[in-house]
């Protein structure tokens, strides 16, 4: 039987919040823009957004925050049914609140 590893290393979790760098939409040249008929409310963006800024609506749908979405673009990366758009913004420009 093989023993467990004693020199393991514990990283600690660390949860991403809203907010913490600031405006972040100033700085994006791009943002997302969901498209409800396509999504499947897999969660997979919620869970993947860096900076937390993906919440559900009542009915199960991703709503961004795009006053802090960074404009990263990784909610579409992973997103599994394209049903997240990349729109050009300006830099310290446009925002949906
Ligand atoms: S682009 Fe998507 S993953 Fe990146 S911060 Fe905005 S909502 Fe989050
Ligand atoms: S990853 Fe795509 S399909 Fe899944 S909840 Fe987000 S937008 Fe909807």
């Known amino acids: 039987m093989k023993e ?3 020199n393991r290393k514990i990283h600690p979790i660390v949860r ?3 907010g913490v760098a600031g405006r972040t939409s100033e700085w994006r ?5 969901l498209k409800n008929e396509l999504c499947t409310k897999c ?6 957004c860096p900076d937390d800024v993906i919440n559900l609506d009542t ?6 925050d795009q006053y802090y979405c960074k404009g ?4 579409q990366e992973v997103c599994p049914h394209s049903a ?6 300006l830099p310290g420009g446009e925002f949906d609140a």
């Open 72 to 75: 990263c673009m990784i909610c």
């Open 29 to 33: 040249t791009q943002r997302p823009e």
């Open 84 to 89: 997240i758009d990349e729109i050009e913004t």
């Open 4 to 6: 467990k590893s004693s």
């Open 43 to 48: 969660m997979m963006c919620v869970i993947h």
């Open 16 to 18: 991403p919040m809203a």
């Open 59 to 64: 009915n199960g749908f991703p709503v961004i």
